[in-house]
Every structure is written in C-alpha cells, then in structure tokens.
C-alpha cells in the first residue's frame, strides 16, 4: 500500500512538473510581454515592471525561480490585479467551488445511484422508462442549458430561488442540480445496467434460495457488488465537476476559482492563469488519487498496484 | 418423453439421404457486418439518429450557401422579431388591408404579407410615454398601441380592442432573428459547421494518432507499453478544457485553440480502448497462425488485430464525437470559443440568455440543436454497441 501511494505520487509531480513546464513556455511563447497590451507605458515605467516581476532575466533563471516559488507554494502575484497574489485569489475562490462541487457529487451518489436501482429492479416496468428517459435528457443536454431553463422556470418565473448569489441554501440548489445533472443520469444508467448484471449471477440466486428476505439479498449481495463500476467512476465524476463548474458559475454568478479563471484568460492575466491551471491539475489529480484508494479499500479483489 | 405420442405413420416421411443433404445450409448466410447492419437497421432510434446526422452534415454544408442571408448580416429594424407570431388585420375605409404582428416585447409593430414573409417595420406616431401608448396610423385609421397595462392591447379609434387572427410562421425568417437582427437559422447552420468540425477533426486523429498509438503500445508491450502508457496517463489527468485554456493564451482564436487542443490530445481515450483491445486480441491462436506462417508486425496489425478490434473502437468514437462537440460548445459558451461575430451553438445559447427575460423562445433552437445532435450519437453509439456485441444488449 505506501509503495502504491508513493508510486502514484511521484507519477503526479512528474505530470505536475510536465504541466508547469509547459506552462511557463506557452506564456512566454506570447509575442509582447504581460504590460505590452493596453495603454503604452514609458519605456521607464516597462522597463521598471519587468524589472520587479523579474522579466527582464534570461528565460531560464526565470523558469528556475518559478519552480523555486511553486516549490514554496508561491504562485506569485497577479499581473492585473496589484496587490492580489494568485493564493489570494485561488484562497477566496476555493470554498465556493469545493462546497457547490461537493454538494453535487452528493447529488449524483444520492440521486443517481437510487434512480438506478429503482429502474434495474422495475426492469422494462414505468419506473424503468421513467428513469431511462431522464437518465438519456439528461446525457444529452448541456449543463448550460439546463442551467438557464432552470433558471428561468424557478428564478424568474416562479420566484422560488434566487437568480444568483449564495447568500442563503436556496442559493444552491439550482447550480447543484444544473452542475450534477450529466452525471446523475450517467451513474443513474451505470448503475442500473451494472445491477442488471448482478442480479443475474448465480450467487444472487443462491442468497435467495438460502432464504434470505429480499432486502438483505438486495443490500448485502446485490448492491455491495453491483456499485463498484460507480465508484470507479467517481474520480473522473469529481474532476469533471470541479472543471465543469466554469460554465455553472459564470450562468449563475458565483464567485468560484473557475470564474477567476475565465476573468483572468479575458484579462490575460498571465500568472493567474498559470497559477489557476496548475492549481487545479494538483487538485484534480489529489481527488483522483483520494478516490482509487477508497476504490482500493471499498473492493479488495483489486490488487495493488495493477490497472483494474 | 411420454410413450402415448401417437402420431399416425402416415404423418412421417423419409429424409431424402443422399449424400450431403444435411449439411445443406437452407437460411441465407450472413457476414458478421451483413449482420451487423441488420440488427443496427432493426434499432429505429439509431437509424433515425443516422438519418438525423446525415441530415445535419448536408444542411451545414448547402444550408448556408442556399440562404439569402448571411450569418454577419445584420439588420437592426428587424430585431428580436419571433419565430411564430399571432397577426393583426386592419382595413382603411379605401378597402386598403394591412396585416401585421406586434412584439409583445419591444413594442414594434411588423408588416407582412399573406404568406407570412415580414415586409418591414411600421413606423407610429410619436411614443406617448406618460400614457404608455403610441399611435399607428393604416391609411385614414388610427390604432394605439397600450402597453400601460401588460400584455400590451391594441385600441381601434372606437375603443374596441383587436382580435388576432390568428397565428402565422414567420416565412422570412423561419427561426426568428436575434438582437442584432441576424437571421437566426443560418446562424444556427453555421454553428452546425462548426461542432462538425470539431467532430470531424476528433474523428481524424482517433483515427490516425488514438488507434496506432494505442496499436503499438498493445502490441510491443513491454517497456514500451509502460512509457507510452505513462504518457497517456499523463496527458489525461488534465481535463481538455485546461489545454484549450492554455492554447488560447497563445494562439488567438479560440476555435483555432479548441481544434489544437482536440487534435494533440483528444486520442488518450481511443489510445488506451485500442491497446486493451489488442493486448487480448494478440494472445488468440491465429495471431501465433499468421505470424509461424512469417507474417510481419505491419500485416498482424493491419490485417488481424484492428479488424478484429474495429466494434469496440467504432463504439468508443461515438462516444468520443459528442464530447469534443460538448467542449467546443461549453467554451463558446463561457466566451472562450468562436470569436464574434461567428456563430456557434454554445455562442447562439450565451446570446439567448442575455435576452432571456424578455425572448425566451431565442433559447430554444440552439438549445434545441445541441440537445437533439447528442441525442443522436448516443442513440447511435447504444445502437451500434448492441448491434456489434449482442451480449452487451441489456
């Protein structure tokens, strides 16, 4: 186990190392530097900025000393907005985007697995195709689209939540259900095909024949194998939700690290972007990890180490 | 087995024996894709899905050109003006009839004629804005607009209010226009053009880069197979969303970034389908066959292993399609694809949220299109995986 762990952290700074090369070679692959666009500064007043953000080094003591920096978790300051490092922004940003992305993978276990079952246990039944249909709605329409309707529906016409703003919990609902809506349907019809299978396994039949009462077939024999394809999914679900929310809190003005990300690509804020980026490659690869040792521990047939 | 079965000797007949007539095949032989192609043309869903993707193709191509408007052209007298609108008729004491529909939003009213094509705007008299009325004048009758009180009623001269005729499809702008007055049908083809093309070039290179890289890391295997495997590992920890981001900081254009970034590295998925495929397939005896019988790794992999794996990766790429037509939209969408004023799904739905309050039906073809194009690939993939691999139907 801690051989697997350090195996997999050391592949996640050589993927971390590779991003941030990358990176910091794009940015400066851009003609003209960060203070070149708008207004023609002095040649003084450039050449003083280059100067303290360390421009006018040669490209490679540059790259040495971000690596420094991000060694040191400095992300160093942003170019657009004086005074605000990119932590700053990243910190003021990350308790909206975790908590609407936590929030939605709740959702997606708590609704889609239960929708799965119900539609595998009612097979070919209304329930069935009640759920398949919202299940396939829900694969093929894009989250801004459900987000506006919803918006409309519940916000203006109905008045019932807010139309932006997380001021109070009906603030949340509606960019939950829009963020999680893919991935309700997608586990919701995961599931459902996967406990299909298993009900159909000889040991399922053997539980029953033995007199266990449905419920207990159900929970302890059915479930308990069936879920594992869903909990394999749920490190990419994560990382999905975490960078489908850009969309979710532009539509619905939240004040996450996603947005910051989109202002900082129109601002062309460089460090921002490069910070954000490299931010969210570590969190994302952080939430996969954490979610294949669950996925470890959860089913312990998978050998350590190996590809499932 | 029960002894009473009586069936009655003349109810038998003797089999013809002559040689080999039991091993005649009666019912019509089928190849693996002839009968693959019956069981994907039983699936209506998908064959409709196909009819619709077809359907999409040749409209975004000839769409535009048969068009007599332009997706940049813009007209402002004739803004925001509905798809589908109720019509007015008023008659002049001369017996000269208008027709015309109001916009229950902006307040204007449009001509048009019998067959529904809009004929231009109607000028009014000056806005009365304490009253919240305005004037149109139709030959020697005057009518008012009352929008003090909504929805917004016309007054004839004797204080009766009219009565629409009826409802009419707009003929000269059949999805309506925006609120530059663009014509929102072409606009949606060329959005059409543009998800095409990023679907086109997610083809191309699961085609060229996904099914040979994963071809080769499967069949050499090995240290090889672990290095290339790293790599794909690699490049798929990071969503593509944050290698268009990263692109487009360089290269202007976001859809030029969109396609760069689906071109370098939209293949991991294909990549590693293609290799599990082949690192089965290569253990099966007639690979050992063909290669005792002095078969070269080019002809293994060409002639064996991908025939052999071409269901499972025809499967993956309809998976695949709908998700790089997915990113270029969500893109568009944050503001971050086509620049203006190109159209593309994703830009047409931001447009039609701004005016949504007071437009909502602009919502509804964009929304519409993206919404009925994944519709079909998955239809399409369900049906072809079901029609390619029986057992997998549930």
């Not at chain 1, 097979?123 to 398949?132: I, L």
């Not at chain 1, 894009?142 to 019932?160: C, E, K, N, Q």
């Not at chain 1, 009900?199 to 266990?212: C, E, F, P, V």
Request: aromatic share 10%; proline share 5%; hydrophobic share 50%.
């Amino acid at each position: 186990m801690p051989l697997y762990v350090l195996q997999r952290l050391g592949l996640m700074l050589v993927t971390l190392f590779a991003i941030v090369t990358l990176t910091f070679f794009l940015m400066h692959a851009v003609p003209g530097g960060p203070f070149v666009s708008e207004r023609m500064l002095a040649p003084e007043i450039e050449a003083a900025l280059n100067a303290k953000f360390g421009l006018s080094d040669p490209i490679w003591v540059q790259y040495l000393n971000y690596l420094r920096s991000i060694m040191m978790f400095d992300l160093g300051p942003s170019f657009k907005y004086p005074g605000v490092s990119v932590n700053q922004m990243i910190a003021d940003g990350l308790p909206v985007t975790l908590r609407t992305g936590l929030l939605a993978v709740i959702c997606v276990i708590a609704l889609g697995v239960p929708m799965g079952i119900v539609a595998a246990l009612n097979r070919n039944k209304w329930p069935d195709t009640a759920v398949m249909m919202v299940a396939t709605m829900g694969v093929a329409i894009p989250s801004y689209v459900i987000a506006t309707v919803l918006l409309y529906v519940f916000a203006l016409r109905l008045g019932w939540v807010p139309t932006f703003g997380l001021d109070d919990w009906r603030g949340y609902i509606l960019p939950v259900l829009a963020l999680s809506g893919f991935w309700v349907s997608f586990v919701a019809r995961l599931s459902r095909s996967s406990l299909l299978e298993t009900l159909d396994q000889d040991y399922m039949t053997t539980a029953r024949a033995k007199g266990l009462k449905p419920g207990q077939v159900l929970f302890k024999h059915g479930l308990r194998n069936s879920l594992i394809p869903v909990v394999t999914v749920l490190g990419p679900v994560t990382a999905n939700l975490l960078t489908g929310s850009f969309v979710i809190e532009q539509i619905f003005a939240l004040p996450g690290i996603g947005r910051h990300f989109v202002l900082s690509i129109t601002n062309r804020d460089y460090t921002a972007i490069m910070g954000i980026t490299i931010f969210y490659a570590a969190l994302l690869m952080v939430m996969i990890l954490i979610v294949d040792l669950l996925y470890l521990w959860l089913d312990p047939r998978i050998k350590l180490g190996k590809q499932a | 087995m029960s002894d009473d079965t009586n069936i009655p000797p003349v109810m038998w007949e003797k089999l013809d024996r002559t040689a080999g007539a039991a091993e005649v095949i009666t019912a019509p032989s089928l190849t693996y894709w002839q009968d693959v192609r019956r069981r994907l043309w039983a699936n209506k869903p998908a064959v409709v899905s196909i009819a619709f993707i077809i359907l999409l193709i040749l409209s975004a191509i000839f769409g535009p050109m048969l068009s007599p408007f332009s997706y940049y052209e813009q007209n402002l007298k004739l803004a925001n003006i509905p798809p589908v609108f109720e019509t007015y008729r008023v008659t002049d004491s001369t017996g000269a009839e208008t027709r015309f529909f109001l916009n229950a939003s902006n307040f204007n009213l449009y001509e048009v004629d019998n067959s529904g094509h809009i004929v231009g705007i109607i000028r009014g008299e000056r806005k009365d804005m304490l009253k919240k009325s305005q004037a149109f004048q139709f030959g020697d009758k005057i009518v008012v607009l009352d929008y003090s009180s909504l929805p917004a009623r016309l007054v004839a001269p004797d204080g009766a209010v009219l009565q629409p005729e009826g409802w009419q499809w707009n003929m000269t702008y059949l999805f309506g226009t925006d609120q530059l007055g663009r014509d929102v049908l072409v606009r949606q083809l060329y959005g059409a053009r543009i998800s095409l093309t990023v679907a086109f070039v997610a083809t191309l290179v699961n085609f060229f880069i996904g099914i040979f890289y994963g071809g080769i890391a499967g069949y050499i295997g090995g240290k090889t197979d672990a290095v290339m495997m790293r790599i794909v590992e690699i490049i798929s920890t990071i969503p593509l969303t944050l290698y268009v981001i990263l692109l487009m900081v360089v290269l202007d254009s976001g859809l030029i970034s969109i396609v760069v970034a689906i071109g370098s590295v939209f293949w991991v998925d294909m990549a590693r389908m293609v290799r599990g495929q082949i690192l089965m397939l290569k253990q099966q005896d007639y690979v050992a066959a063909a290669r005792t019988m002095g078969a070269g790794t080019g002809r293994i992999l060409t002639k064996h292993l991908l025939p052999n794996s071409i269901g499972p990766i025809l499967v993956t790429l309809t998976m695949l399609i709908p998700s790089a037509i997915f990113i270029e939209s969500f893109m568009s969408f944050i503001g971050l694809g086509v620049t203006p004023p190109m159209a593309s799904w994703g830009t047409l739905t931001s447009e039609a949220v701004e005016t949504l309050r007071a437009y909502p039906h602009q919502l509804f073809f964009p929304a519409a299109a993206i919404s009925l194009t994944m519709f079909a690939f998955n239809f399409l993939g369900d049906g072809l995986r079901d029609a390619l691999d029986p057992r997998m139907r549930k």
